[in-house]
T-cell receptor
Framework: SQKIEQNSEALNIQEGKTATLTCNYT??????LQWYRQDPGRGPVFLLL?????KEKRKERLKVTFDTTLKQSLFHITASQPADSATYLC??????????FGAGTRLTVKP | DADVTQTPRNRITKTGKRIMLECSQT?????MYWYRQDPGLGLRLIYY???????NKGEISDGYSVSRQAQAKFSLSLESAIPNQTALYFC????????????FGPGTRLTVL
């Protein structure tokens, strides 16, 4: 069956460092993958989408890569700030109609 | 005003009761979704609708039903609530294209005793 794994439940880093979050999926080949941010008590907010024919996508301090051979996406936040502290969810397209979400990685950036 | 609203925001009920969660949107999107979120399990899709006449089961539809009353309204019902339906429920909308981002409501925290 299809499975989505985000590398760790929690990640703690120091302000100014680069945070790297991993999303692995198995048993299917999504045409694209999205990343969302979720703050406590709130709904997820869309950050980036990357398609299967794109190796890398950037938006300000965010960078996403998509390796369809490894079945993996990496999400980077450079020059991290305490305000980046949140849970980050990856969501590969499951079929043509919906996405499946990973359980998320809770990032804490310490001053 | 929020683009996607959910009512109620919090609800405590008892086993066996019928519960309805409501979602309204002002974004003009055709696609609407219901998810539940449990610690460690992430978001799981319950039902989705591409228009008023098109409703589809998601990953975990058993024990739930939905109604799409209009383009802007999508309701989720628990016919006979049970404790393992205690969760955070989110409604989301999207434009009529699978590539587009989903816009989530603020969530409804449901507790079934």
């Amino acid at each position: 069956s299809q499975k989505i794994e985000q590398n760790s439940e929690a990640l703690n880093i120091q302000e100014g460092k680069t945070a790297t979050l991993t999303c692995n999926y198995t048993n299917y080949s999504p045409a694209y993958l999205q990343w969302y941010r979720q703050d406590p008590g709130r709904g997820p907010v869309f950050l980036l989408l990357i398609r299967e024919n794109e190796k890398e996508k950037r938006k300000e301090r965010l960078k996403v890569t998509f390796d369809t051979t490894l079945k993996q996406s990496l999400f980077h936040i450079t020059a991290s700030q305490p305000a980046d502290s949140a849970t980050y969810l990856c969501a590969p397209l499951y079929n043509n109609n919906d996405m499946r979400f990973g359980a998320g990685t809770r990032l804490t950036v310490k001053p | 005003d929020a683009d996607v609203t959910q009512t109620p925001r919090n609800r405590i009920t008892k086993t066996g009761k019928r519960i309805m969660l409501e979602c309204s949107q002002t974004k003009g999107h055709d696609r609407m979704y219901w998810y539940r979120q449990d610690p460690g399990l992430g978001l799981r899709l319950i039902y989705y609708s591409f228009d008023v006449k098109d409703i589809n089961k998601g990953e975990i539809s058993d024990g739930y039903s939905v109604s799409r009353q209009a383009q802007a309204k999508f309701s989720l019902s628990l016919e006979s609530a049970i404790p393992n339906q205690t969760a955070l429920y989110f409604c989301a909308t999207a434009r009529d294209s699978s590539y587009n981002e989903q816009f989530f409501g603020p969530g409804t925290r449901l507790t079934v005793l």
